[in-house]
């Protein structure tokens, strides 16, 4: 006796990939060209999973070209298209965000923070660039503070797979009022900073991440033993090389 359910099974048809991409161009052939820079990491993230079948697939090596290909198709409507504050600046994190991916150059890198600029850029972080708070001790109160114009400094703890790492916490303090104000240069320093340390420069001190809310606004770095360039002045001060 057959079951209702193995006399439905001749009308499945398993989904090939080829059939699933021609389903999701569909899809992408109706956006405007803002939508098409918006979502290519969602478009990309498609692709490399649709071809992924096994270990020859070299797409990640494309990168470069990729990205090419997103600054040509925003140079076409920039600046003279009609877009809204909103959609520029959807844009413009967009950028940043492919700015920051694997197997993007350092030139490759400006460019790209370049063209966001030009369009006002954004206030926003992408995830890439963002901490687990939960993965985050912060020493507030038990350690020694260095206190600048807009922030104070203090030393804390990371998880980093699975090990603690000792790590310095850059706050900047605010009101409600200043937060508006504040969140667009919180915003572009942990871009610069991740760009600087993104080339592998031995001096500048590695980015760790940013944690974003409307009650915290933090920047997590790697803990120089030494302390900061005030200590390091203090220490030559107190025995001068002849």
Known sequence: MISG??????????????????ALFNKWQRWDDPTWVIKELSVWSEIHRIGSSGQDWKGKEW???????????????????????????????????????????APMSKRLTSAALRLGDSSDLPPELLINPDRLKDAKGTEEERAGGSSVVRFG??????????????????????????????????????ELSKQDNHFIVKFSGAEISDTNLRLISRQMEHGNIVNIFDIEHAHPVD
């Open 5 to 22: 359910t193995d006399c439905k099974r001749d009308d499945i048809r398993p989904v090939t990939r080829v059939a699933e991409a021609h």
């Open 157 to 194: 703890h990371y998880k980093v797979y699975e090990k603690w790492e000792r790590v310095a916490i850059k706050e900047f303090h605010f009101d409600k009022k200043q937060y508006t104000e504040i969140k667009p240069r919180f915003s572009l320093e942990a871009f610069t900073w991740r």
């Open 63 to 105: 990168s470069e070209k990729w990205a090419e290909e997103i600054l040509a198709l925003v140079a076409k409507w920039t600046p003279s298209s009609d877009l809204t504050l909103e959609r520029k600046q959807q844009v413009a994190l967009s950028l940043r965000r492919l700015s920051q991916r694997d197997k993007i150059s």
